[in-house]
């Protein structure tokens, strides 16, 4: 007789992880969470939106990339969950979008119970950092597709804002401030240029470069800053105009996703110094400075356009937050792009 975990399938590790999550997934909550005991799907109590005026619904939806293979390779799963939060909710928050709720993914060659616990575990731990509550996921193993230490994992979130406090584009004007926040490192964008280093220059994830102060491995695996709350404080405060979240393309292109066609930025690049990591990769990868600055984020995670009596008050608060930021640049007149 033929049985599913014959195929590959191992319902009892499921099982298990299910149960070794519970604990982590708990802390990730928030008021308007309602139990549902099927546990087939998440609730949320929408009562909490008549506050609202007019409440426009955000949604977003990421995964981590090939930052998974080194947390593979390393044997390290907490991190990528983290990443996973912060790909997803600071991308809500672009907009001015309290993060409400989040769902999660993880496909898998194999459930291995305890590898599957601390990457819900990651997740659970940044949605309590970004105010957010993780309401549901769902594990799937894949035999003969992905081999037994592979994994990926994706996440969705819905956040909500009132639809005159929107921020973005139309409200940038030639004059503003353009204040950066600094990254924790690379986040999550850019992997597969830093796995293509590691290939042809031979660095090993366990050595330990002069001009890092840790493993490069532990380095490349630093968890995203989440940003979240720091940016809807700074909201709240006012005078913000617009966020860019800088992930996959560089500061150039995602803050031109935040610019009016009839506005340019204009950054100043004396301004702030790359972490060390960023240099370490472009000498032994040998990367042109363009290509550097299309790939990664150089050390600037995220972006606000305030207007410029609000500049130095931004950056005031956001340091009061334990979150680095400085004065990156001014909007000009122009066509809608960011000079670098």
């Known amino acids: 007789m033929t049985s599913y975990e014959e195929a590959g399938v191992d319902i009892a590790a499921g099982e298990r992880a299910v149960e070794l999550m519970k604990a982590r997934v708990a802390k990730a909550r928030r008021p308007e969470v309602v139990d549902d005991a099927s546990g087939f799907a998440g609730l949320f109590d929408a009562s909490a939106l008549l506050r609202y005026r007019r409440p426009l619904l955000a949604t977003s939806t990421d995964g981590v990339g090939t930052k998974v293979d080194l947390a593979r390779r390393l044997g390290v799963y907490d991190t990528v969950g983290h990443d996973l939060v912060g790909m997803v909710v600071d991308d809500l928050v672009v907009c001015g979008a309290e993060p409400l709720f989040m769902t999660d993914y993880i496909a898998c060659g194999k459930v291995v119970p305890e590898r599957i616990a601390d990457i819900v575990g990651g997740i659970a731990e940044a949605c309590a950092l970004a105010g957010c509550a993780l309401v549901g996921g769902e594990t799937a193993e894949h035999p003969g597709l992905l081999e037994p230490d592979e994994f990926d994992v994706a996440g969705a979130a819905t956040g909500v804002v009132e639809a005159d406090e929107t921020l973005g584009p139309h409200r940038v004007r030639p004059g503003d401030a353009v204040v950066a926040m600094a990254s924790s ?156």
């Open 185 to 340: 490192g690379i986040h999550s964008n850019g992997y597969s240029l830093v796995r293509h280093v590691l290939r042809i220059s031979g660095l090993s994830l366990d050595s330990r470069p002069a001009e890092l102060e840790r493993t490069l491995g532990e380095e490349l695996l630093t968890p995203t800053r989440i940003y979240a709350r720091d940016c809807l404080a700074l909201a709240r405060a006012g005078g913000v105009r617009a966020f860019a979240h800088i992930t996959g393309g560089g500061l150039a292109a995602n803050l031109a996703r935040s610019l009016p066609p009839e506005v340019d930025a204009r950054l100043d690049r004396s301004s702030w110094t790359p972490p060390p990591i960023f240099t370490l990769l472009q000498e032994h990868g040998d990367i042109p400075q363009p290509e550097m600055d299309k790939t990664f984020n150089l050390g600037v995670g995220m972006v606000a356009i305030v207007a410029p009596e609000a500049a130095d008050a931004a950056v005031r608060l956001l340091t009061s937050r334990r979150v680095p930021a400085w004065i990156l640049g001014e909007i000009t007149e122009g066509s809608g792009v960011c000079h670098l």
